[in-house]
C-alpha cells in the first residue's frame, strides 16, 4: 500500500520564523499537493507539483512556497510563520497527470504559530 | 471554478441505522469524477468511494454506495447498517477530467455512530 510520511504530527512556532513541513511517498507517485484543513473551511489546495522541480500554485498560496528537488520529497515552507498559518497541513501524492485516480493522504500535521 | 457543498456540517445515527450524507457541487464540465473520503479521528484520510460521471451506475463498496444525480449536479453518500467505526469526519470532493488531478473538497459533515 502507498504510504505517505509527514515528518511532524504536531509543531509549535513562533510568529516570524520560518517553517519546513516535509512529506515523503514511497509509490513513485508524480503528482504531490499540499492542502490546509481548518474547520468550517474543508481542505484548501496550497500547492502542487506533477513532477521534481515544477510547482504549481493552488487557492491559497499566498505566504507559502515549496520545494520539490526529489520526486519522493514534497516540502512546504512558511517563509515568516504567522498566526492565521495555525491550521492542520495534509500532503497527498497521485499516480500522473491525466489519471485522475484517488489522492493518498499523509496523517497531518498540526501546526500552531504563536 | 468548480465549488463543491457539504449543508450537513454535523450528523448522528443509532449503530445498525442508515444515514445519508448530502453532497452537491457545480460545475461546467461534462467530463469528471466524484469522491467520498473519510477522516476518522486517526486523521488518514481514506477514499470511500469514487464515481465516474460517464457512468450512469451508482458505484457501490460493501455498506458503501451513492446516489450520483448528474442534472441535479447531487452525490450523496448512504452508509447502510452503520457501524461504531463509521464515526468520522466525511469529505465530498470533485475533481475535473482535464488533468490537473486537482481534489476539490467540501466542508465536511462529523458523522457519530450512537451505540
Known amino acids: 500500500d502507498v504510504k505517505v510520511t509527514q515528518s511532524s504530527r504536531y509543531l509549535v512556532k513562533r510568529t516570524g520564523e520560518k517553517v519546513f513541513l516535509e512529506c515523503v511517498q514511497d509509490?513513485?507517485?508524480?503528482?504531490m499537493f499540499w492542502y490546509r484543513q481548518d474547520p468550517g473551511l474543508g481542505l484548501r489546495l496550497i500547492y502542487f507539483?506533477?513532477?521534481?522541480?515544477?510547482?504549481e500554485k493552488g487557492d491559497i498560496p499566498e505566504g507559502y512556497s515549496v520545494s520539490r528537488e526529489k520526486k519522493e520529497r514534497f516540502s512546504l515552507i512558511l517563509e515568516s510563520a504567522s498566526t492565521n498559518q495555525t491550521s492542520m497541513y495534509l500532503c497527498?501524492?497521485?499516480?500522473?497527470?491525466?489519471?485522475?485516480?484517488?489522492?493518498?493522504f499523509g496523517s497531518g500535521t498540526q501546526l500552531s504559530v504563536l | 471554478a468548480q465549488t463543491v457543498t457539504q449543508s450537513q456540517p454535523e450528523m448522528s445515527v443509532q449503530e445498525a441505522e442508515t444515514v445519508t450524507l448530502s453532497c452537491t457541487y457545480d460545475?461546467?464540465?461534462?467530463?469528471?469524477?466524484l469522491f467520498w473520503y473519510k477522516q476518522p479521528p486517526s486523521r488518514q484520510m481514506i477514499l470511500v468511494i469514487r464515481?465516474?460521471?460517464?457512468?450512469?451506475q451508482n458505484a457501490t463498496e460493501n455498506r458503501f454506495s451513492v446516489n450520483f444525480q448528474k442534472a441535479a449536479k447531487s452525490f450523496s453518500l448512504k452508509i447502510s447498517d452503520s457501524q461504531l467505526g463509521d464515526t468520522a469526519m466525511y469529505f465530498c470532493?470533485?475533481?475535473?477530467?482535464?488533468?490537473?488531478?486537482?481534489?476539490?473538497f467540501g466542508t465536511g459533515t462529523r458523522l457519530t455512530i450512537i451505540p
Open positions: 464515481q465516474e460521471a460517464y457512468k450512469q
Open positions: 497527498a501524492s497521485s499516480l500522473f497527470r491525466g489519471a485522475n485516480e484517488k489522492l493518498f
Open positions: 509509490m513513485d507517485h508524480e503528482n
Open positions: 460545475t461546467s464540465e461534462n467530463n469528471y469524477y
Open positions: 470532493a470533485f475533481m475535473a477530467n482535464f488533468g490537473n488531478e486537482k481534489l476539490t
Open positions: 507539483s506533477y513532477d521534481v522541480k515544477m510547482k
